[in-house]
């Protein structure tokens, strides 16, 4: 099942008025981790999956990279990506995630942030990405994290007068579809284990190279209200591997 959400009108609408959208990597929670796992982009092509509006194109090129390519099923996204890129090495393709055909060593880095909760099956993605990656080549993304998409509801359980509680788990071995919501809509995301994850890639030929379930930076916990509950429980995985 592939959704796209992002061409939603309403739904659009309110992920642009989102602090992310609005100022770039540098509002993204998890960037500063992020960003420390990523290898030198010098020279370097990149695909990035599920780019939105190609914020990390943008940075692979400012850090020296050769090209990118962005690729993400919505022509919003993709719209606002395009207005934003200054760079001519930067190309951007609609289509899912599910359905990139990238021949044999087409890219040295492969990047995906925040989308493969959206996809299906991650084998599948492993096996596209593999193909398409050089040799010794850098594969890195976010998801959110199984603790977090566990609970198809994804919100705080809170006590009659609204004040929060805990965070619920349940369910976690049984995975597939979730209705969530998320900006007040209905989306559709798909709770994998932290087991799918870390084997699919170790048995796609992948060498694990860094696993960590960022916590926000200073800044953010002393500035955004509310930021500090996000010490309560992981929101999201990121993983760096290399291609064998």
């Not at 092509?45 to 390519?69: F, N, P, T």
């Not at 760079?87 to 493969?116: C, R």
């Not at 349940?170 to 209705?179: A, I, L, R, S």
């Amino acid at each position: 099942m592939q959704q796209n959400k992002y061409d939603d009108e309403t739904f659009f609408n309110k992920y642009h008025q989102m602090a992310r959208s609005q100022q770039g990597l540098e509002a993204a929670g998890e960037w500063h981790t992020l960003k420390s796992m990523l290898p030198d982009f010098k020279g370097k092509r990149l695909l990035d999956l599920g780019c939105g509006y190609g914020w990390h194109c943008i940075y692979a090129m400012e850090q020296g990279a050769k090209s990118a390519v962005g690729v993400d099923i919505s022509e919003k996204m993709l719209q606002k990506a395009r207005e934003m890129n200054t760079f001519k090495q930067v190309e951007y393709q609609q289509m899912p995630i599910e359905s990139i055909q990238f021949p044999e060593d087409s890219f040295d880095i492969v990047l995906s942030s925040l989308a493969f909760h959206y996809v299906q099956s991650f084998e599948d993605i492993c096996r596209k990405v593999s193909v398409c990656l050089a040799a010794k080549g850098d594969f890195i993304f976010s998801v959110e994290h199984p603790v977090f998409t566990a609970y198809g509801t994804q919100d705080w359980y809170r006590d009659e007068s609204g004040e929060i509680k805990h965070w619920p788990v349940d369910g976690y071995f049984t995975e597939g579809v979730h209705h969530t919501q998320f900006l007040g809509e209905e989306v559709i995301k798909y709770h994998k284990t932290l087991t799918t994850y870390l084997n699919t890639l170790l048995q796609m030929g992948f060498e694990i190279t860094g696993i960590v379930e960022p916590q926000p930076n200073e800044h953010l916990l002393a500035t955004v209200p509310g930021m500090s509950y996000e010490l309560r429980r992981p929101m999201m995985l990121l993983v760096s591997c290399r291609k064998k």
